[in-house]
C-alpha cells in the first residue's frame, strides 16, 4: 500500500528512511529507559536526579514524535510497536528493581553517549540525501549533548575519591 | 534492596502490587501502540484520529507514572522497561505499515475494551486489599470507557451498512 | 440501533443507565433553576448570591456532561432534552417573577439538600453494580454538599431573630 | 413587586421585552438541544460534530445570559424555567436516544435556520423600540449564521448525489 | 491648527462631536465619583459595593478612552481635563466623607440613570450623523444599564419595607 | 452548485454580497500592502512604523476573515485569490523597493481614508438589506478610522514646516 | 447553636467528624511542622529537601481545608486553633534549632507514615458512615504516601553503609 | 550549632531576632485563626466574610514565610512549630464552633489592631538595630492596617444604631 | 462620623493625612492631564508618546488607589472627587486642543518635576509621622522620577542646538 | 536608495536575493490560496479541512514574514505586493466558486508538493551562497512537507478503490 | 553635555551617584561571576547549584538595571562597560576552568557576604542624601542576604565534621 | 581536571571550543554595551531605542548561554568572567557618559556588523569539525543581522541627506 509519495529520490530515500527509524527506536527506548530510572531512583540525589531524568524523557519524546512524522512525511512508515523497541533497542539498558542515584548517573551518562555517537554518524549519512532530515538530526544532537554534560557534571568524584 | 518500606501488609501488598504492575504495563503499551497509529493512520478520517489518538496517548501516559509512582510509593519497585512491556503487553497490538483510518478506529475500541475488562478484575481484587490503589484504577477506567465509546461511536455504520 | 456496547452486565447496566439518567436531569434542571435565580434575585445580598449562583451553575453543567458521556460510554443514551427535564425533574423548583435574596438562599438549601439526598441512594444502589459511576456520583455529592452548606450558612438568622 | 424602574417608556418596553423571553428561551432550548446532540450523535464524523456542537452550546449559553441580564436591566424579569423552556421552545427539537451525524447535522441546519429567522423579525421589531437591545439581537445572528454556515457546508452531497 | 481631516462633513462632525465631548466627561466624572464611593462606603456590604464599584470605575475608564479615541479620529480635540470636568460634569455627585452602603447604592442608581438618559437622547442624535459613533454610544449604554440593574436590584427593600 | 441556502432575499443578498465582497478586497489588499510597507520602510521613525503597521495588518487579516465568513454565511462564495486581488484592489498601492518613513505615513493616511470612504458607502446600502452586515462595516470602519487617525497625527508637521 | 442541619444521621455523623477533626489537626500540625524544617534545614541537600517540603505544606494546606470545608459541609464545626493543634497533635514533632538534612528527611518519613496510618484506620471506619468521606481520606493518603516515597527513597543509604 | 554567621554585630541582632520571632508566631497564629473563622462564619454575610479571610490567611502566611527566612537569612533559628504559637500567641484567639458574622467581623479588627500596634513598636526597635528588617515590618503593618480597615468599614452600624 | 479608629496619634494623624490628601490630589490630576496628553498628542514622535504617556497614566492611577485607601485605613476619608481636583490641583496642567510632541515633552517633565519635589517635602514631614506612610511615598517617587528621566532624555536637543 | 549595506558579497547575494523574493511570492500565494479553500470549502469533511488549512495559513504568514526580514536584513528590498504575487505566483491556484472537500485535500497536496520542490532547489543554490538563509529555507520545507503528508494522508482512497 | 536635571541638591547627588555606580558594577560583576560558576561547576549538587546560581544571575541582573536607571534618574549617567566592570569589581572572583560544587559554596558565601557588607555602608550613607535611594539598596541587600544564606546552608558540614 | 569527555576528536574540538569562547565573549559583551547605551541614550528617538536595545541585550544573554553550555557538553570549561571580558572583547565599544541617539544607532550597526563578520568565518570553520556547533552559530548570525537591520534602516538619512 503505497500512501505518500516521497519528495525525495528512491536512493535517498532509502539513506534516510533508514537514519529516521533507527533515532525513532533509540528516542523511545531512551524515554522509556529514563522513565524506569525516574522511578526507581534511590539516594542522597533522588529529588536532583527524579527531576533531571523527566527532562530527557520529555525532550526524547518530543523528538520521537517529529522524528516518526517526518519519516512519515516522507513516505517513510514509521515502527515504534513495543516489540519492534524490545528488538531493535541498541543503547545501554538497565537491570530491574531500585536503582542507586549513582548507577543512574553512570547509565544515563552511557546511554546518551551511545546515542550521540550513533546519531553523528547518521548526521554524515544524511548530508546528501537530505539535508533537512539532517538539520533534524543536528538538532537532536545538540539536546543529547547537553543532557549528557549534565550527568557528567554531576558525576565528578569528590576531592580524594576514585571514580 | 529494600527501599521502600511498604504501608500494607504483605499478602495485601502482593495482590496490589501484581494489579499496579499490570496496569504499567497495559498502558505503557497503550501509549507505544497508540503513538503507532497516530503516524500510520490513512484515509479520509485521518485528521480527527490523528488529533483523538494524541488524548489517548496522553490519558496513557500521565495514568502509567501515577500507577508507577503508587507501587514505587507501596515499595514495589514498577517495571516499565521495553524488553518487559515487549514479554507481558497484553492488549491487541498493530501490525507494522500505513493503516486504514476504519482498520484504526476498530484496533482502539478493541485495545480499550480489552483494558477496561482487566482493570475491573483488578478494581475488584484490591477492594480489600488496598483501597487507595483501587480509587486510582477506578479512575483510569472512567477514562478509558470514555475513549473506547468516542471510538465506538465514531465506529457506527453508515445507513444501510449491516452492523 | 445498538451503537455502544456496553462493559457491563445487562442487570448491572439497568441500574447504572437509572441512577445516571436522573441525576442528568437533576443536574441540568439545578442548572436551569440556579440561573433563573441568578438573574431573578433581589435584595441587600444581590450580588454575593448573584456571583455564588454561578458557582452553582458551573458544577451543575460540568457535572451534567460528565454525568451524560460516562452513559453513553456504557451504552445507554442519555437523555437531557428540554420535554424530558420538565417532565421528569424532581428538585425543588421556583415561581416566575423576581425573588428575594433570603427566597433564594432558601430554595438552593432546599434544592441542593434534595439533590444530595437522592445522589446518596444511587451511591448506594451503584456500588456493586458499577464502582466507575459511584465514585463518580460520590464527586458530585461532595461538591453539591459543600454548596448546600454555603448556602446554610447564609441562611443563619441574626441574634434574637426566630428561625 | 416592582424592582427594576425601566429606563425605556412602557409600549416600547413592551416590544422589546418579548423579543427578549422569546430570544432567551430559543438559547436555552439549542443549549439543551445541542448537548443532547453532543452525546448522542454516532457515525464516522462523530468527533467532528460532536465538538461542533460544543461551539454551539457554548454561543448559546452566553447569549443567553447577556439577552436574560438585558432584560433584567430593562425591568422585565426574565423566565428561563424548565417547564418556561418546554411549553414555549419554538425550534425544531430530537427524539431520543442515538442519533447519527447526517441526522445531526439536518437537526442543526434546521433549528438554526429557525431561530434566525424569529431574531430578523425581531431585530426589525426592536429597531424603534430600542436600539440597545436590536444592537444585542444582531450580534446573536451574526453567529448563529455562521454556525449555521458551517453546518451546511458539511451536509453538502458528494458527486453524483442529488441536491 | 488643523490636524486631523475629519471623515465626517461639517454638519454631521458638529452633532458627533458635541456627543462624545459629552459622553466623555459623562464617563470620566463618573469613574472619579465610582472611585471616591470605593474608598469611602461603609456598612455591613461594604465589601460586595466595594469591589462592585471598581467594575463600574473600569467600564468607565475603558470607555472614556475609546471615545475620546473616536473623538480624535474624527478629528474634534476632547477635553478631559480636571477643569473641565469640574465644569461640566452634568451626573449626581456626592458629598465628601464616609458614606453609608446605602448612599452609596441611591447615588450609583441615581448617576447610572442620569447618564443613560443622556446617551439615550445621543444614540437618536447621531443616528444620522455618524453610525459608527452611535454604535459606541450603543455599547455603552448597554454596560451602563447592566451596572444600574445591579445596583437596583441590590436596592430592593427587605420585606416588610415600603417601596 | 448551490451550497448554502441564504436567509436573505434576492436583492438584499446581490447589494450584500458585493459590499462584503469588495470589502474582503480591500481588506487583504490592505494587508499585503501594509506588509510591504512593514519590511520595506527606513528612515529614524522606522521602529514606530514599523510596528504600528503590524497592527494595520493585524486588524486587516482579522477582519477580511470575518468578512469572508458572512459572505459565506450568507450564501456568497466569496474571493481572495491573488489574481483576483490584483485585479480589483482599488485602494492607493505602493511602489516598489524601499520607502521613507514619511511615505509610508502618506502612504497609510491616504489608503485608509480611501477605504473609509468606501466602507461609509457601503454602511448605507447595507442598511436596509441586512442589519448584521451592517454592522459588522460599522465595526471595520471604527478601527481603520483610529489607525487612519494615529497615522494623520503622527503626519502632523513640525513648527515652521509647510504641510 | 446548630447551623447546618447534616445530611447524615446522627451515629454516621459522629464517626465522621470524628474522622474529619483528627484529619485536620494532623494535617495542620504538618504543615507548621513542614514550614519549620523548610526555615531550619542545613547540609548539602538544603536545597532539593527546602523545596520538597514546600510540596508538603502545598499538599497539607490544599487538603487541610477540604478536610475543615467537608465537616462544615456536613453540619461539624471544625476546630484548627493553634491551642488545639498543640493539644491534640498526635504525629512526630520536632526540636527548635537547625535541622541537619538527614534529620529533616528521618523525621518527614516518620511524620508521614504515623499520617498514613492514621489514615488508613480512618477509611476504613468512615467506609460505611460515608462515602463521600471516605474518598477524600482516600485521595489525601495517595499524597502523602508519594511524599513518604520519595523521603524514603532520598533516605536510602550510599553503598556499603548498613540498612 | 552555628550555621549561618550574622551580617549584624551581637546586640543588633538580639533586637532584630527578637521582633523577628515575635512577628512570626504573630502571623502564623493569625493565619490559623482567619482560617478558623473562616470555616466557622454563620449569617447573613457569610460569603463576603468567608471570602476576605482568605484573603487575611494568604497575607499572614506569605509574609510568615518571608519573616522566617529573614531571621534563618541573619542567623536566627526561627521557631514556628505548633507548641510555640500555642505558648506565645499575644493576639486575640476566638472560641470554638460557629461564628455569628459579627462576631467575625469584631474578632478580626481586635486581632489586626493588636498585630498593627505590636508591629509599630518592632518598626521603632529595628530602625537603628537593621533598617532592612524595620522595611519588611513596614511592608507587613502596611497590609494588616488595610485588612483591618475593610473590617472596620464592614463593622459601621446600621442608621440609628449607636457607635 | 467616626469609622475608622485610626492606630496613629492625633497630631502624627494630622500630618499624614494632610500629605496623603495632597499626594491622593496630584496623582488624580496627574492621570486626567496623561490621558489629555494622550489623546491629543501630535507630530512625528505621536506613537511613541502616545503610548509612554499610558504608563504615567497607569502608574498614577495605580499609586492613586493605594494612597486613597492608606488614608482610609489610618481613618481619614480621602476626597478624590472632581471639584476637589480642579479646586486643589497644584501641578502644571495644559490647555485645550492638539499638543505638539514637543509641547507634552517639556509638559511631562514639568508636571512630573514638580510632583517629585512635593513628594520629597512629604517624605521628610512623615518620617517621625508615620514611617508606613513615608515607605509609600518612597516608592512614588521612585516611580515617578523614573518617568521625568525617560521624558528629559527624550527633551535632548539635537546636535547644533544649545542646552 | 542604498539602504542596508549587505553582509554578503555581490554574486552570493544576487543568489540569495532571487531564493528569498521567490520563496516570499510562494508563501504569501499559499497562504491567499489557502484562505480562499478554507471559506470555499464544502463537503463531509468541512470541518477537519477548514481547520486544517488555517494551520497551513498561519505556517505560510509566519514564514512569509521571516524570509522577506532575511531579504531586508541582506539589503534586498522584498516584493510581496499584491500585483507582484499576481504575476509571479507558480504554485498551482483555485478556481472561484464552492470547492469540494475532495478537490481541496487534492489542492493542497499538489500546491504543497511544487512548493517543496521549489524550495529543495533554492536550498541546494543556497548552500555556499550563504548557510544562514540556506537553514532557513530547510525549516521552511521541513513544515510544508509535514503538512503535505497530512493532505495526503486524508487523501487515501477507501477499501476497493485503486490507489 | 548635562542631559537630566537632578531633583537632588549637588552633595546630595555626589554621595547617592558614587552609592550607585559601585552597586552598579557590584551586581554585574555578580552576574557574570555567577555565569561563570553556572557554567563550570562539577560534583555531585551540580544540578542544585547550577539551578540556584541563576535565581542569582536574576536577581542582580533584574537590579542592575534598577539600579542604572536610578542614576540615570538622578541625572548620573551609569557606567556598566567591559573595562569599568574590569576595574572596578571589587567582590570575590574565580579561577577559570571547571568549579566543584564545594568551590562555588564557598565562593558564593563569600561574594555575597563582601556585596553586602558594602551595600549595609551605603545604605547608612544614603539615609540623608536620598531616602528613595537607601529604600531601593534596602531591597538589594535583603535578596542577597537571602541568597546569602542558602549557599551558608547548603555549606554546612555533615555530621563529625567541625564546625 | 577532565571533567566531560568531549564527543568530538582532538583537533575538531580544538577548532570548535575556539570558536564557541570567542562567540561567548562578543556576546557577553555585546549584552554589557547594549545595556550601557540602553541606560545612557538620549534625545528624540529615546524611548525606541531604549526598547530595541533591550530586545539586542535579551538575544545575546540567551545565546551566550547557549553557547558557553555547547562549550561545557563538548568538555571546553567556557570563560566569561569580567577580566576576560574586558581583555579579549573584539566589538567596537562606547565611550562613557550620555549618548545621542544617532550615535547609538551607529554603534550598535557598526558592532553588530563586526560580530556577524565573526560569525561567517567561524561558520566556515566549524562545518566539518561539528555541524552541531556550525548549526547554533548559523541561528545566532540570523539574529544578529536581523537586529542590525533594523539599526541600519533607523539610520537612514533625512531626504536631501546624502547616502
Given at each position: 500500500?503505497?500512501?505518500?509519495?516521497?519528495?525525495?529520490?528512491?536512493?535517498?530515500?532509502g539513506?534516510?528512511?533508514t537514519?529516521l527509524?533507527?533515532?525513532?527506536?533509540?528516542?523511545l527506548?531512551?524515554?522509556?529507559?529514563?522513565?524506569?530510572?525516574?522511578?526507581n531512583?534511590?539516594?542522597?540525589?533522588f529529588?536532583?536526579?527524579?527531576?533531571?531524568?523527566?527532562e530527557?524523557?520529555a525532550?526524547?519524546?518530543?523528538h520521537s514524535?517529529?522524528?516518526?512524522?517526518?519519516?512519515a512525511a516522507?513516505g517513510v512508515?514509521?515502527?515504534?510497536?513495543?516489540?519492534?523497541i524490545a528488538a531493535?533497542?541498541?543503547l545501554p539498558?538497565?537491570?530491574d528493581?531500585w536503582?542507586?542515584?549513582?548507577e543512574?548517573?553512570e547509565?544515563?551518562?552511557?546511554?546518551?553517549?551511545?546515542?550521540?555517537g550513533?546519531?553523528?554518524?547518521?548526521?554524515?549519512?544524511t548530508?546528501?540525501?537530505?539535508?533537512?532530515?539532517?538539520?533534524l538530526l543536528?538538532t537532536i544532537?545538540a539536546?543529547?549533548?547537553k543532557?549528557?554534560?549534565?550527568?557528567?557534571?554531576?558525576?565528578?568524584?569528590?576531592?580524594?575519591?576514585s571514580?
Open positions: 500500500m503505497t500512501v505518500v509519495r516521497s519528495t525525495l529520490p528512491e536512493e535517498a530515500l539513506v534516510t528512511g537514519a527509524q533507527e533515532t525513532l527506536v533509540d528516542l527506548g531512551l524515554s522509556l529507559v529514563g522513565k524506569q530510572a525516574h522511578w531512583v534511590v539516594g542522597p540525589r529529588r536532583s536526579i527524579h527531576l533531571q531524568l523527566d530527557v524523557v525532550t526524547a519524546r518530543d514524535d517529529t522524528v516518526a512524522e517526518r519519516a516522507l512508515s514509521p515502527d515504534g510497536r513495543p516489540e519492534t531493535t533497542f541498541a539498558g538497565t537491570k528493581g536503582l542507586r542515584d549513582t543512574v548517573v547509565l544515563m551518562v552511557s546511554a546518551l553517549g551511545t546515542a550521540v550513533r546519531l553523528r554518524e547518521r548526521i554524515e549519512a548530508e546528501k540525501a537530505d539535508p533537512v532530515t539532517q538539520d543536528i544532537t539536546e543529547l549533548e543532557q549528557r554534560w549534565m550527568f557528567q557534571a554531576e558525576n565528578h568524584p569528590r576531592d580524594g575519591a571514580s
